[in-house]
Every structure is written in structure tokens, then in C-alpha cells.
């Protein structure tokens, strides 16, 4: 089954850039989706389609996705960005199904 | 306001069966895919399932395939999942979750979750 491989934790100061990377073959063939949770609730959708923003969410989220990394990128980083996030994507090799990455817990010092 | 609501979870034993809910409102259901995802607390999301629109079409992580149906009833705007032959591994919080812009092919990021519904498998 596909995979999608991401650093367990991250760490960044306030006003700085944070960058979350989520690996998989080829995930540039494919649509990246991120995800930020906080402790106790739902996950909520901050990135889709590899680089759009759902309204509502800050400019300073972003992403990327080439080759075989996506990326989230987190500019100015505030305390309140501290959360576990997830990246996501749609494998349709052989089993139709959605893929999660194991998550990147963020820390801001 | 889109909202969507589970209810259902308990605790029930091993081998046993449960089916959770999803209700929504505050947006037409039927032009939506659905999901369920599932969290064992303190870990990372896991994909269990999808449905489409009308219900015609159905997918499932091979670790519930054959244990595991998801449904749908349009007119009461409800998402249903049916879980039998439960596990230990089954236990999680399960969410339902809205695919923005899903299609058969692809799924366009899930923008509305529920706040989930624990499900606990011990005997």
C-alpha cells in the first residue's frame, strides 16, 4: 500500500518559518491535503490541492509539492500554530483509498 | 453552518457489532462524498472508508474490507457506518468527514469534520 512518510516532530520559534515534510513515491503525481489538530479536536483542513487555502485560513500557511516530497510551510509562526498536522492524498493504485501520513507534531519554543 | 454530528460509540466486545452515525445539516448531503476516519487517541489519522454521492460506489481500507459497510440515506441526511467482527485494533474515536470536491478518481480534501464518536472494543 502506498505510504507517506513524515518527521515526528518539529520545532520552531515564534515569528520564524516552520516547514513539514511529507515524503511518498511519486507524491507529486498526486494531490497533497494537510491537515492541522489541536489536543481534543477535530482536524481541520489548511491546506488542499497541494497549495490552496480553504477560507479562513491564514496566508502564512502553504505548500508545495515536487517529486517525491510535499511540503507545509508555516510563515511567522504564532504560538497558537502549535498542533499535530497531517498530510493526505488519494491512492488509487490498487485498493481505492485514502493515505494519511503518520503526523509532525509542532512545537513553537 | 455546516455541521456534522456523530453518535453511536460504546463500548461493545470483541466480535461484536455496532453501527455509528453521522448526521448532517447545513449543506445539501447529497452532493457530497463521505468519509470516516478513525483516531486511536493519542495516535495519527487512519482512512477507513468512503461513499459516494448517490451510495452507488463504496471503498474500504483493507483492514475493515469485509467487516465494514458504509451507507448513506440521502432523505435524512445521515452517514452510517456498520462495524461487525470488531477488534481490539477496531477501538478509536470515528470521524466522519466531508470531501470537498471528491469524484471517483480523486479526493478533494476533507473540509468538515465531525467532533467524533469513541468506540471501545474490550471485554
Known amino acids: 500500500s502506498y505510504e507517506l512518510t513524515q518527521p515526528p516532530s518539529v520545532s520552531v520559534a515564534p515569528g520564524q518559518t516552520a516547514t513539514v515534510t511529507c515524503g511518498g513515491n511519486n507524491v507529486g503525481s498526486k494531490s497533497v491535503h494537510w491537515y492541522q489538530q489541536k489536543p481534543g479536536q477535530a482536524p481541520v483542513l489548511v491546506v488542499h490541492?497541494?497549495?490552496d487555502r480553504p477560507s479562513g485560513i491564514p496566508e502564512r500557511f502553504s505548500g508545495s509539492n515536487s517529486g517525491n516530497t510535499a511540503t507545509l510551510t508555516i510563515s511567522r509562526v504564532e504560538v497558537g500554530d502549535e498542533a499535530d498536522y497531517y498530510c493526505h492524498v488519494w491512492d488509487t493504485r490498487r485498493n481505492p483509498s485514502g493515505v494519511f501520513g503518520g503526523g509532525t507534531k509542532l512545537t513553537v519554543l | 453552518e455546516v455541521q456534522l454530528v456523530e453518535s453511536g460509540g460504546s463500548l461493545v466486545q470483541p466480535g461484536g457489532s455496532l453501527r455509528v452515525s453521522c448526521a448532517a445539516t447545513?449543506?445539501?448531503?447529497?452532493?457530497?462524498?463521505m468519509h470516516w476516519v478513525r483516531q486511536v487517541p493519542g495516535k495519527g489519522l487512519v482512512w477507513v472508508s468512503r461513499i459516494s454521492r448517490d451510495g452507488s460506489t463504496t471503498n474500504y481500507a483493507d483492514s475493515v474490507k469485509g467487516r465494514f459497510t458504509i451507507s448513506r440515506d440521502n432523505a435524512k441526511n445521515t452517514l452510517y457506518l456498520e462495524m461487525n467482527s470488531l477488534r481490539a485494533e477496531d477501538a478509536a474515536v470515528y470521524y466522519c468527514a466531508r470531501d470537498r470536491e471528491g469524484n471517483y478518481y480523486d479526493s478533494g480534501g476533507f473540509d468538515h469534520w465531525g467532533q467524533g464518536t469513541l468506540v471501545t472494543v474490550s471485554s
Open positions: 490541492d497541494d497549495n
Open positions: 447545513g449543506f445539501t448531503f447529497s452532493a457530497y462524498w
